[in-house]
Each structure stands twice: as C-alpha cells, then as structure tokens.
T-cell receptor, first 114, second 112 residues
Framework: NAGVTQTPKFQVLKTGQSMTLQCAQD?????MSWYRQDPGMGLRLIHY???????DQGEVPNGYNVSRSTTEDFPLRLLSAAPSQTSVYFC?????????????FGQGTRLTVV | TQLLEQSPQFLSIQEGENLTVYCNSS?????LQWYRQEPGEGPVLLVT?????EVKKLKRLTFQFGDARKDSSLHITAAQPGDTGLYLC????????????FGAGTTVTVRA
C-alpha cells in the first residue's frame, strides 16, 4: 500500500516557468489537500478538495491552480513560478470530510525558484 | 485563519529527561491533532483529541486537550534519541469545516 505519492521529490525552476506537482493516493480517500511548509511558519493550506470535481481555496492560493478529475489524483500547478514560491510542498489525504480524521502526508516536494 | 501558537520553538534535552510542548490558541477547535515530522519526510499523526479535558497516552507520550478546547500539551517522559523530531499541532475549526490549521512546530532534540 503506497499511501500518498508525490513527484518529483526535488525541482529547480527559473522565475516565470510553470510546472505541475503530482500527487496520487491509493486509499480511496475523499479529502485531499496541498500545503506549503516554510521555516518558522508551519504548514499553510494552499488548496483542498472534498471529492472528485470539487476544489476550493485555502489560506495561500495565489499563484497556484488545482483540479480533481479522479478520486486518486490531485495535481498542483504553478502558473508562473516566483522566488516566493520556494518551499517544501506536501500533499495530504484524509478518509472523509468529517472531523477528527487522520491526514496522511506524502514525502514532500522541495521546490527552489531561482 | 485560526492561529495556533506553539512553544517553545526549540527544545534540546538530555536522554532520560522529561519535556512538555504547548499549543495555544484564542479559538475553539472541534479536534486537535499532534504530528511528528522527521527530516525529509511528511508529518505522521501521533494522536487526535476531541473532547475538552481529554487525556491520551501513547507509551511515554501524554497528550492533553484543554477544557475549553483552545489549547493542548504534549508531555514526553524519559525522552529518548528516537523522540527527536519536529512536533506539530493542528486544529480543526469548531465549525467542522475539515480544514486543519497548523502551528509552526517545536523542534525537539534529545541528546544521547
């Protein structure tokens, strides 16, 4: 059981480039989310989805797009990379949208924008 | 955004000592979760507390949820080097909107 798989693990982009961070889960979880983690700031929610075809913005959505065409996949797109988007990105999934459920995290993607 | 403040930010102790990490907010949470994160990995859930005043034990780790569901603490007894890591608290808002707000984390180092 792979859990939550993120690719790539490392990426360097030039300012203005676009790219997609991939996230896939094999646990049939309804809820998926993307976070960025910066030193001293914890994890901040970028976008989330409560099921296929449904997405919504989190705390820091600007510069990012998401889609959820299947239950398994939840890619995060950077439209025009900026140095401020240098961060570690985590994808997570949870079994349901009700409270008190565990969030399963991927191993993260370390992104550097130069 | 519901702010969760963790203290201390860094903690370095000798093996065998006890430690406590605090997670405080002015907001009420329907549930609060504690995660541990190791370098290069994603956070892994340790425990979820739901009821005000609830105490949960996980081997040498004791978690408490405040009576008003605004704060929580994590106490480690007789810490071991394997307890080293970043400890994160995360709260789900009282409206059960399933979005987690994370604290900035406490980096714990246990020296052998």
């Amino acid at each position: 059981n792979a859990g939550v798989t993120q690719t790539p693990k490392f990426q360097v982009l030039k300012t203005g480039q676009s790219m997609t961070l991939q996230c896939a889960q094999d646990m049939n979880h309804e809820y998926m989310s993307w976070y960025r983690q910066d030193p001293g700031m914890g994890l901040r929610l970028i976008h989330y989805s409560v099921g296929a075809g449904i997405t919504d913005q989190g705390e820091v959505p600007n510069g990012y797009n998401v889609s959820r065409s299947t239950t398994e996949d939840f890619p995060l797109r950077l439209l025009s990379a900026a140095p401020s988007q240098t961060s570690v990105y985590f994808c997570a999934s949870s079994p349901s949208v009700t409270g008190g459920t565990e969030a399963f995290f991927g191993q993260g993607t370390r992104l550097t924008v130069v | 955004t519901q702010l969760l403040e963790q203290s201390p930010q860094f903690l370095s102790i000798q093996e065998g000592e006890n430690l406590t990490v605090y997670c405080n907010s002015s907001s009420v949470f329907s549930s609060l979760q504690w995660y541990r994160q190791e370098p290069g990995e994603g956070p892994v859930l340790l425990v979820t507390v739901v009821t005000g005043g609830e105490v949960k034990k996980l081997k040498r780790l004791t978690f408490q949820f405040g009576d008003a569901r605004k704060d929580s603490s994590l106490h480690i007894t007789a810490a071991q080097p394997g307890d080293t890591g970043l400890y994160l608290c995360a709260g789900e808002g009282a409206s059960n909107d399933y979005k987690l707000s994370f604290g900035a984390g406490t980096t714990v180092t246990v020296r052998a």
